[in-house]
């Protein structure tokens, strides 16, 4: 039996900010998009995540995996968007299986319109408190652990 390799305490302080951070993160910033546009950080997420793709359109087990989701989640939240006239959903050409969602040009418009009050709330809640110099650092010290957690650097890039 191989003895457990407990957290240190200065280890188990950073995990704890860790779990906070990812924990409290979201409820600071969804405030402001449900105030100011109608729609959930997820539903933003999603929304920002098809801008950001080719054609703006990704397979929807593409986009489950970029918004850390699972299908049947994704897809309850896609129906929402499509009600609203910003996403459709339509069979992929080359697998009659899957299913590719597609930002519309209403879908388009209202990203644009919703970024910069977003980005706003994210620049107060995250960057404002930190020096220039402290982003630099915490960019290149966070580095490892998400490599550590996605080696093949899916989640941030590679948006296929």
């Known amino acids: ?9 200065t280890e188990r302080e950073l995990w704890l900010k860790l779990n906070a951070i990812a924990t409290l993160m979201a409820g600071a ?5 449900k105030r100011d546009a109608g729609l959930s ?4 997420h999603v929304l920002a995540m098809l801008s950001e793709a080719p054609d703006r359109s990704l397979l929807m087990s593409n986009l489950a995996f970029h918004s850390n989701s699972s299908l049947s989640r994704l897809s309850h939240v896609v129906t929402r968007l499509e009600k609203q006239g910003w996403v459709t959903r339509s069979a992929c050409p080359s697998d009659g299986r899957a299913t590719i969602a597609s930002l ?3 879908g388009w418009a209202k990203i644009v ?7 706003e709330s994210v620049r107060e809640i995250i960057f ?12 290149d010290l966070l580095q490892p652990l998400l ?3 996605d080696p ?8 296929e």
Do not use: C, K
């Not at 910033?29 to 998009?33: A, D, G, I, K």
């Not at 950080?41 to 933003?44: A, D, G, K, S």
């Not at 404002?128 to 960019?139: G, M």
């Open 1 to 9: 039996m191989t003895v457990p390799r407990w957290l240190n305490p």
């Open 29 to 33: 910033v969804e405030p402001q998009l």
């Open 41 to 44: 950080l997820f539903e933003y």
């Open 104 to 106: 519309t040009p209403e």
């Open 113 to 119: 319109a919703t970024a910069p009050g977003h980005v």
């Open 128 to 139: 404002d408190p930190l020096a220039s110099e402290q982003v630099e650092q915490l960019n």
């Open 147 to 149: 490599e550590s957690i």
């Open 152 to 159: 093949d650097r899916r989640v941030i890039s590679n948006q």
